[in-house]
Structure formats: C-alpha cells, structure tokens
C-alpha cells in the first residue's frame, strides 16, 4: 500500500533525474564514430609551400596531433595562444588549414606565432569533411599506428589538455 | 531543300542531346533534394541539408553529387557520410542497441499503461460486485 502511494514520486524523481543530466550535455557536440578507428588518410600541399606536400603516411610510427583551424575562425583566435604554449613544450603538433586563403592563414601564423611543426592546407574542405569536422577549431589524437585516439570538439581548454590530452599523449608515447 | 532538311535535322540531334544532359542531371538535381532533406546540416543542427547555407552544408552537398555522379546509391552515400560523421547526420536513426529505447519506449509505455488499465478496472468491477452482492 506504501510503495503505491510512493511510486509516483519515485517515477518522478527518476524523470526529474534524467532531465537534469541532460541540462549538462552539450546539444551540439556529436560524438565522432571515427575513434579508434584509422585516421583518414591525405595528402595535401604545405602552407607557404606549396611545392612541398605533407602525407599522413609519413607520420606512421609517431603520435602526433592534428589541429584543424582557419583564420577566419573566432575560436581558434582563442585557442591559438595555448597552442603555441604546447609547441614550447615539444607537443607534436601539425596543422590543417581548413577552408582557408593560404595569406590569411600565414598572416595569422605570422603575427600570433606558429604552433605547428607543419601546416597542411585544405583549401576546399575536403580532408575536412573525410575527418567529420563540423566547426573548427577540433583537434585530433592520433597514435603510432595511425588510429585516432581522442577527438577535441572546440577549442583545447587547459583543463581538457591537463585532464585528457597529456594523459592520453604520456600513455600513447611508450 | 537538302540545306533546310540537314539544318532541321541538325536540330533535333541538337536538341535531344540538349535535353538528355538536362534530364540526367535532372535527375541527380531531384535525388540531391529528396536525399538532402533527409540529413542533417552539422552546423545548424535542426535544419536539414537541403535548407542550409552553412559552408560545410554546401561542401556536403557537392560531396553527395559527386558521389551521385559517380553512381552511388542512396544507401551508399548515406554510410559515406555516417562513417564521418555518426547516425547523427541521418535524421531517423537506425535500429540498434543505443536507440532501442527511442523506439521501443513508447511501444512499453503503452503495454504499461494497458495493463493498469486493466488491473484497475478488474478491481473496481471487483468493488462494484462486492458491494452488490453485499446489498
């Protein structure tokens, strides 16, 4: 008779419960199938010289991070300073300008510093689209066998670099 | 005469390669809509492909027509763009076990809801034949 009487505010909090975890998701973040998975591989033509060309394969062995990022892109402004920070720190980070006009892009790298040990350049998004980005700035982990390991969505925060990425690189490196 | 008839002639092959390019792409035009209505755009995330002008929008409709052109199923470019970005893209998400209780929910909570239903209405016919015989 008791649990009767109790059961509906039971049903209710339950509800009450689920409805609040969902306030503290984030609506547009989607999860990318493409971890653990094998990193799509590309080859595309080095920003400010062109007639150098990076290709994936040569990464093959390393771990190393890719950070797609445009010039005209607010939050990459943002992020731009903790990556040149990250550099400082040997973090291998490589670039891929996304959709972006290549002086724009050397502009930027010029006047905010350049993190990257290289920046490859996709000019028309197409690399992009084969990564699944939606909205650069987003970062990907990639480890030795080329697999991707961790997907940033947004800028790197320092909390998700301390929490997650330097974890993650430290754990990948052996 | 000869001049006028090669000149009509002329024409009509003109014409009806004119016009096959026209249906053929036609074509791909109409299967681009119908498909695009069906996905959504990543950027604007409750609008579909078709009615976004997101950048990436653009860059993915040119995806699927050149996929379309290449001659891919529907069915084929639409793993393409699952395989990138996640059952997200496609708005009636496929059947499997993290979606299960999106579709198979309503059905239980319906299968519930008849059985209090019945339960209730047993007992109350329970009440009523009680309180008759008592009478």
């Not at chain 1, 503290?24 to 010289?49: C, H, Q, Y």
């Not at chain 1, 040990?117 to 000019?123: C, E, K, S």
């Amino acid at each position: 008779m008791k649990l009767k009487l109790i059961l509906p505010l039971l049903l209710f909090v339950v509800l009450v419960g689920f409805l609040g975890k969902g306030l503290f998701l984030n609506p547009r973040e989607v999860p990318s199938p493409l971890i653990g998975k094998p990193a799509p591989t590309f080859e595309a033509p080095v920003l400010g010289d062109s007639s150098k060309t990076f290709y994936t394969e040569e990464m093959k062995g390393k771990v190393w991070l890719l950070n797609m990022w445009a010039s005209w892109c607010v939050a990459c402004r943002e992020e731009h300073p903790l990556l040149v920070e990250m550099r400082k720190h040997d973090i291998p980070l490589y670039g891929l300008a996304y959709k972006d006009v290549e002086t724009n892009a050397l502009a930027v790298l010029e006047s905010m510093g350049d993190p990257y040990i290289t920046t490859a350049n996709d000019a028309d998004g197409t690399i992009g689209i084969d990564y699944g980005v939606y909205g650069v700035p987003e970062t990907y982990v990639i480890d030795k066998k080329g697999i991707i390991r961790y997907k940033q969505i947004g800028p790197i925060t320092p909390e998700a670099l301390r929490d997650t990425i330097l974890p993650l690189l430290k754990e990948l490196a052996v | 005469m000869i001049r006028n008839l090669s000149l009509v002639l002329l024409l009509a092959f003109a014409t009806s390669s004119f016009t096959n390019e026209i249906v053929t792409d036609s074509r791909i035009d109409a299967r681009l809509r119908q498909l695009s209505t069906e996905l959504r755009c990543l950027v604007c995330q409750n609008s579909t492909l078709a009615d976004s002008d997101a950048p990436l929008a653009q860059d993915l409709r040119r995806e699927i027509r050149k996929l379309m052109e290449a001659g891919k199923t529907d069915e084929e470019i639409v793993a393409y763009l699952v395989e990138r970005y996640g059952d997200f893209v496609t708005f009636r998400p496929p059947v499997n076990a993290s979606t299960a209780l999106l579709w198979f929910g309503p059905f239980i909570m319906l299968i519930i809801g008849a059985i209090t239903l019945v339960i209730v209405l047993k007992k109350r016919a329970a009440i009523l034949t009680s309180k008759e015989n008592a009478s």
